[in-house]
DNA sequence: CTTAGCACTCAACAGGTGAGAGTGCTAACA
DNA sequence: TGTTAGCACTCTCACCTGTTGAGTGCTAAG
């Protein structure tokens, strides 16, 4: 059997409609609103093998069809109309963009909200990954007797900050002396580099502070390999709720127990960090179990042609596609063009 | 009526059951648990009585008997006998704190994380407060042609930072050279001081640079105002909705709106910050309508005597409070002892 | 190929019923 | 006077049942 335009049609008559009303719908429905100029009888047997190529199902036997998966593939892939921001929409965009900037984490955050404000789903934004950015600036400060801070400056706007011990008598000049070696050597390095000859470089400078600068380097080291970056903002949990599909608290929980696993979440996001365009995953096409119920719709921004990290859209696969990748494509420009701004 | 020995027990026997299973409780039930050695028969009319005094209330002509607020803080008062924690439960506190700390942030972290694990509910904490806490170390960074980063760490341990705009034509020596007189005047000092009269001394140092500075002060006088401070920790969401009391999304939602909204949650907690030993709000005791079906028990950690932040645990009104002060009161020295540990 | 008509299916809802839990009251008892 | 057994009463909840309505598939006519 193979898909002709009449068909198309009522796909697409169904789809809309189901993610507009979240019922089951039938053929009746589908001729009374969408006057393609068939009667429902007709509509049923197109219905009937619609079913059978699997774009759609049925809950049960005398209930209307929905979409499955592979429906929304299809849809996704061929039919779907993107649906452009109304101009109030557009609005409070571009005032959230022009609003005065504090630091990356606010960018980020902010278009975390917006996402979740005009989809009305859930919203998550990763933020820059450390070990693409190069080190702008080092500094040691001595805390207490034995402990001391490590703050590294990224170029990304990042700022990481960590507490190491320091062996007893090292003194504030000492550690003056390291930031300076640090930074003459590390300045302007990707992150990545720390691993290399680079190491051995600054040992030999540095013989004498021996102990401190292992602890430096492993911090370093650490935050590069499992750090800080991995966190996700995550907003708009309230208004999943307002979908029908979570009106059972067994589903809030199994959505909420992923959630609250953000490396889980991040490692999500993180695998689509560099492509093209706005992607989009419909139900299992997620690489997650408990998540087959869901979609998500994620797009790469970057900085200077550097693809940083991803944000994107979580909802029900019943999600409202046309709208939510227009906007995350749209968010995803806006912020990459704000990073630009901020970041010189 | 007066409150007598027997009294107490009835209540005790409902409140202690009430909070086990959820359910209304009713003579029988308590005449076969509690062994008490009185007849059902007599329990009613104590219950009668219990319920005139405003400690209980029926939920319909047919049920058993619910403890009332007033009922919760009698208990809290009076009746309550502390539950310690278990030997594993011990073990798994000092496991966590005897981890390698990375920052002050992580430490209070994964306090929250403990508080929610031990109690089954919502954990809440208020990370210490800047206002408070002293200039270690400030310093000026050149990010892009216009922008530079402002890093400020505080003593607490807390790190803030953001993006400034600067005059083109301020080169990286310049920032170095405000950074030094800023580290000068401010080190060692309250972040509050920078209102008084201390500005105009660095001024009057630094009339050159008048533009930038001006910037300078505006962010961190920003900091002091409104800053990052009110960021609060949020752990354990999931284990609410364990509660049977949010079985409903409806509940479900009313609390996470709230929850959403960090300023109200910090200020909530901020309100108890310096009062001594551990807090039990009830009910509407919280100045919060929506939250009128909640109860906190909150506690204030410090830092070499200073009041730092508040931690507190987020329930149902029907919370165990007998484990729950337990814990908050075990987590506040522990987190307290973990930060003189850390910061010297 | 399309469509009207029809019999059939099934979820959802409303109304009715019985069981069970719990109460308050009363009268008997220590 | 305080305690208790007994009893009638109330109310929720779970269960059943019949009804309604939406929707289907099939068939036969256009």
């Given at each position: 059997m193979?898909?002709d335009?009449r068909k198309q049609?009522?796909?697409?008559a169904?789809?809309?409609?189901y993610?507009?009303t979240?019922e089951?719908?039938g053929?009746?429905t589908i001729?009374r609103?969408?006057r393609?100029?068939?009667?429902p009888a007709t509509?049923r047997?197109?219905?009937a093998d619609?079913e059978?190529?699997?774009?759609i199902?049925?809950?049960?036997t005398?209930a209307g069809?929905i979409?499955?998966?592979r429906?929304y593939r299809?849809?996704?892939d061929y039919l779907m109309?993107?649906?452009?921001?109304?101009?109030?929409e557009?609005?409070l965009?571009?005032?959230?963009y022009?609003?005065?900037v504090?630091?990356v984490?606010?960018v980020i955050?902010?278009?975390?909200?917006?996402?979740?404000?005009?989809t009305?789903?859930?919203?998550?934004?990763?933020?820059?990954k450390a070990a693409a950015s190069?080190?702008?600036?080092?500094?040691?400060?001595?805390?207490g007797?034995e402990?001391?801070m490590?703050v590294?400056i990224?170029?990304?706007g990042?700022?990481?900050?960590?507490i190491?011990?320091i062996?007893?008598?090292?003194?504030a000049?000492d550690?003056?002396a390291?930031?300076?070696?640090?930074?003459a050597?590390?300045?302007g390095?990707?992150?990545?580099?720390i691993?290399?000859?680079?190491i051995k470089?600054i040992?030999f400078?540095?013989?004498?502070?021996?102990?401190i600068?292992?602890?430096?380097?492993?911090?370093l080291?650490?935050t590069?390999?499992?750090?800080?970056e991995n966190?996700?903002?995550?907003?708009g949990?309230?208004?999943?709720?307002?979908q029908?599909?979570f009106?059972h608290?067994?589903k809030?929980?199994t959505?909420?127990?992923i959630l609250e696993q953000e490396?889980?979440?991040?490692?999500?996001?993180?695998?689509?960090?560099g492509k093209?365009g706005?992607?989009?995953?419909i139900?299992?096409?997620?690489?997650?179990?408990?998540?087959s119920?869901c979609s998500?719709?994620v797009?790469?921004y970057?900085?200077?042609?550097r693809?940083?990290g991803t944000?994107?859209?979580l909802?029900p696969?019943?999600?409202?596609?046309?709208k939510?990748?227009?906007?995350?494509e749209?968010?995803t420009?806006?912020?990459?063009?704000?990073l630009?701004?901020?970041l010189g």
């Amino acid at each position: 059997m193979r898909m002709d335009p009449r068909k198309q049609n009522i796909l697409l008559a169904i789809i809309t409609d189901y993610i507009a009303t979240a019922e089951p719908v039938g053929s009746r429905t589908i001729a009374r609103k969408y006057r393609l100029g068939i009667s429902p009888a007709t509509i049923r047997n197109e219905m009937a093998d619609l079913e059978e190529m699997g774009y759609i199902e049925q809950p049960h036997t005398s209930a209307g069809r929905i979409p499955s998966e592979r429906g929304y593939r299809y849809y996704v892939d061929y039919l779907m109309k993107r649906q452009e921001l109304t101009p109030e929409e557009e609005e409070l965009v571009r005032q959230s963009y022009h609003q005065k900037v504090r630091d990356v984490g606010e960018v980020i955050q902010r278009t975390g909200q917006l996402l979740s404000q005009l989809t009305q789903y859930a919203a998550v934004v990763l933020p820059p990954k450390a070990a693409a950015s190069c080190f702008k600036h080092i500094q040691l400060v001595q805390m207490g007797a034995e402990q001391a801070m490590l703050v590294a400056i990224m170029d990304s706007g990042a700022v990481h900050h960590r507490i190491i011990d320091i062996p007893s008598g090292i003194t504030a000049a000492d550690l003056e002396a390291i930031s300076a070696v640090l930074n003459a050597k590390l300045q302007g390095r990707p992150m990545e580099s720390i691993r290399l000859t680079l190491i051995k470089e600054i040992y030999f400078e540095l013989s004498k502070q021996r102990r401190i600068l292992e602890l430096v380097m492993e911090l370093l080291h650490d935050t590069l390999v499992r750090g800080s970056e991995n966190r996700v903002y995550l907003t708009g949990l309230l208004n999943i709720l307002n979908q029908p599909e979570f009106r059972h608290v067994e589903k809030v929980k199994t959505l909420l127990s992923i959630l609250e696993q953000e490396d889980l979440l991040g490692n999500l996001l993180a695998s689509d960090v560099g492509k093209e365009g706005v992607t989009v995953r419909i139900g299992r096409e997620i690489s997650c179990q408990q998540m087959s119920e869901c979609s998500m719709v994620v797009a790469t921004y970057s900085f200077k042609g550097r693809p940083l990290g991803t944000l994107g859209v979580l909802g029900p696969t019943r999600m409202d596609y046309a709208k939510v990748v227009t906007v995350v494509e749209c968010l995803t420009k806006n912020l990459s063009q704000a990073l630009e701004r901020i970041l010189g």
